[in-house]
């Protein structure tokens, strides 16, 4: 895991898994909130899919990418995954928006579990300009940024979930299933784990079935692995953030 690797981004994070290379790079911009959510901002998710694996070629990548995002909204859409009210900068008027782009560098199995990595590390590198909201007498409002580049927000990623995804191959489950271990599963569990453990969404894959008892079992493993997930990446973020600038930079070379 490395943090801050692209240089215009809010925040960025690039996470290699075994064979999977995952890049996301998080940018705000301020827009309008939502209807009906008049106080809160929000985020945008965008999946580029076009890696060198030869079946994410056209069509394919273009579904994977829309499943991935959906997935990832599913994920994000639990209340206190972020603190959204923070994002608010004037309620009904202005509010930052997160643009999180994920780039999928190569495919090398379990996808979903190492873009839920790289999204929670770039979070946790974002940095927001402050801005301040300025009233003349006639009631129009101005915003101002704040000129001092370490002034800024930073996101509270503690309730950030994690995917983990469960492949059931036989009567056992794998968790970080290579392409080889995917192949050979007919149906498989996404579960987004908080760092305390607690199950904020769940989705089937796969054609093929999944009895309770055996979703029950996956369902403790994953929380088990989650919060150890959560542990070790907070660790390397923390060591990471304890470097400051004299971290050495791996890149895109790495």
């Not at 940018?27 to 985020?43: N, R, S």
């Not at 003349?136 to 995804?165: A, F, H, M, Q």
Request: aromatic share 6%.
């Amino acid at each position: 895991v490395e943090t801050d690797v692209v240089s215009n981004t809010s925040g960025s994070a690039r996470v290699k898994l075994g064979e999977t290379d995952i890049l996301v790079g998080i940018k705000a911009e301020m827009g309008t909130p939502k209807l009906e959510k008049p106080d809160e901002g929000y985020l945008e998710f965008f999946v580029d899919c076009s890696s060198n694996s030869p079946e994410l070629e056209g069509r394919g990548g273009e579904e994977l990418g829309t499943d991935i995002a959906n997935t990832l909204y599913r994920v994000f859409s639990c209340e206190n995954s972020v603190d959204l009210k923070s994002l608010c900068i004037n309620p009904k008027e202005h509010c930052w928006v997160l643009y999180v782009d994920v780039l999928l560098l190569e495919c090398g199995g379990n996808i979903f579990d190492a873009i839920s990595i790289a999204v929670k590390a770039a979070l946790f590198n974002t940095r927001i300009p402050k801005v301040r909201v300025l009233e003349d007498e006639e009631g129009t409002k101005e915003i101002e940024l704040s000129d001092d580049p370490y002034d800024c927000i930073r996101l509270n990623v503690d309730e950030v979930p994690c995917i983990v995804t469960l492949s059931k191959i036989g009567y056992r489950h794998v968790v970080d299933a290579t392409l080889q271990e995917e192949a050979c599963s007919l149906a498989s569990l996404l579960i987004s784990v908080t760092s305390k453990g607690a199950i904020t969404s769940m989705k089937k894959v796969g054609k093929g079935s999944l009895d309770p008892e055996s979703i029950f079992e996956m369902m403790e493993t994953g929380q088990r692995v989650g919060k150890s997930l959560h542990i070790a990446l907070q660790k390397i973020l923390d060591e990471e953030e304890s470097l400051g600038t004299s971290r050495p930079k791996v890149g895109f070379l790495g």
